[in-house]
């Protein structure tokens, strides 16, 4: 194996980790797909026959995606609102975060599919980078080429290894990012392949780029053409490599790897019992006291069927059908309940019914806030590390300061009452509550957007209050954010 191809070593402890969990999510036909790895065989026989038996038993099976229904609400609760954007209105207005990956997605979306990938992982990366200019370009150049700053998510699985530097305060000295790329000829044809792209630094201690691309020697083994890329942002070099992990800055514990393994578990459960109804509701004939041997000594056989009429000689012959007694069923029903119920507890209150629930109102509360509370610290720890990563793609589009993104941490569903916001109305229009906490009231509850300002809130008040016509509101109002988006960019 190429150096470049080495693997941290949490990288390989978690890898496996990631792997069942993303299974789990895909469903029914990734679990089915490896076999006996979620699914082990019920007994040994014949090779022809154990492979038939097996197929049969694992067709019966049927996973119910627990893990990817909890993941679903989990990125639901953080993502039910837009993100907030602290930064300087002119780069909000810019239009870098319209586009802020190169590829035409805009932030919100951004934020949104990363977060979706790092809930099953509690693992991620964003590298901010800026496509290379050409030498001697001068700056506005480049962004007439539209040359500008952008940021890439890198997945768990795409972040294989990485060293500290001590006397960096803790900063990476290395970090190595495995990139799929389409490597065909044939403009019709898919022909994917992995290259590495390593961020170092130099004997300067400035960051650098190097690209290793596999080709094929003259023996026909593998190898790496070395690309190496110096970066510069607005002309100076960096002291420091700009990639942030989201979450953690090493991988630990996935949220989801508990919920993974019980639901693998009730799939193995629901196994068993389909497999057990199948062997129990088919019935089985048996014939006792006749000898099953025909003249010539050779086996009898012997058909069942509605067109069919035995003839039995020997007076102290029985037949009769197999039927199913005892509590086996029973068991397992109740243990694929038990399991429903863990998974309950672990990931989402909408998985098992409530009655089977075993908790007072208080407890059920408690509960709730603490789900709430490992959301809630998710969401800061993407919001801290994706507004790292702004702010240095807002610095090096030209515009000083911080940025600082929030994505939501309150998850309580309920909303105000209706005559509540009624009665706030009713006060503000009274003059005996201010309008701006009317404002405050509706954007928190979701009735205002939440990157409307209150100066904005009240031009649009102000503009239905002369009369004016649906259209003729919006209309003034896109004047207004255009006007003003003007005079920043001439200022």
């Not at 002291?239 to 193995?268: C, R, S, V, W």
């Not at 409307?452 to 503009?463: A, M």
Request: some cysteine; charged content about 25%.
């Amino acid at each position: 194996m190429h150096n470049v191809e080495t693997q941290h070593p949490l990288y390989i402890k978690y890898k496996k980790r990631w792997e069942m969990i993303r299974d789990c999510i895909e469903g029914d036909d990734a679990i089915k797909k490896k076999g006996e790895v979620y699914l082990p065989k019920l007994c040994r026989a014949a090779p022809t026959e154990e492979e038939m038996v097996y197929r049969a038993y694992q067709a019966r099976a049927f996973w119910v995606n627990y893990t990817g229904q909890a993941l679903e609400n989990i990125h639901g609760m953080i993502m039910r609102r837009c993100p907030t954007i602290d930064a300087p209105a002119d780069f909000k207005r810019s239009g870098v975060l319209e586009n802020i990956d190169g590829r035409g997605t805009n932030l919100h979306q951004f934020l949104s599919d990363s977060v979706y990938d790092t809930i099953q992982t509690c693992y991620g990366g964003i590298l901010a980078d800026i496509p290379q200019a050409r030498d001697g370009m001068t700056l506005a150049e480049a962004e007439e080429e539209g040359i500008s700053p952008y940021m890439r998510y890198y997945k768990a699985e795409d972040i294989i290894n990485w060293k500290e530097d001590d006397t960096m305060g803790g900063r990476f000295s290395l970090v190595v990012l495995r990139e799929a790329f389409d490597n065909s000829d044939d403009m019709f044809v898919h022909k994917t392949e992995i290259r590495y792209r390593v961020l170092t630094l130099d004997e300067n201690g400035f960051y650098k780029q190097i690209l290793y691309t596999p080709i094929k020697d003259k023996r026909g083994r593998k190898t790496y053409i070395e690309e190496e890329i110096q970066f510069t942002a607005r002309g100076e070099q960096l002291t420091f490599i700009p990639f942030k992990p989201i979450l953690y800055k090493e991988p630990e514990k996935p949220m989801l790897e508990d919920m993974a393994k019980i639901n693998i578990g009730h799939f193995q459960k629901v196994a068993d019992y389909e497999n057990g109804v199948h062997k129990t509701t088919l019935p089985t004939g048996y014939i006792t006291g006749h000898n099953a041997m025909d003249e010539d000594g050779n086996q009898e056989e012997i058909v069942l069927g509605d067109d069919v009429f035995l003839t039995i000689i020997e007076p102290e012959a029985k037949v009769g059908t197999l039927a199913f007694a005892g509590e086996g069923l029973t068991h397992s029903e109740a243990a694929i309940r038990h399991a429903e119920e863990q998974m309950a507890v672990i990931g989402t209150r909408i998985i098992a019914p409530e009655k089977n629930m075993a908790e007072t109102a208080e407890s059920g509360m408690v509960h709730m806030y603490g789900e709430n509370g490992k959301m809630a610290t998710f969401a800061r720890n993407v919001g801290n590390s994706v507004s790292e990563v702004l702010t240095w793609i807002m610095n090096w589009s030209g515009y000083e300061g911080k940025a600082k993104v929030d994505l939501d941490v309150d998850y309580e569903t309920t909303r105000m009452d209706p005559n509540a916001i009624n009665a706030i109305a009713n006060l503000s229009r009274e003059g005996k509550f201010p309008m701006l906490c009317t404002f405050q009231v509706l954007q928190e509850q979701g009735y205002v957007d939440i990157n409307y300002t209150y100066e904005e809130f009240i031009f649009l008040l102000e503009l239905e209050g002369q009369g004016l016509s649906p259209i003729e509101v919006y209309n003034a109002f896109n004047q207004k954010r255009e006007s003003e988006s003007r005079m920043i960019v001439n200022g």
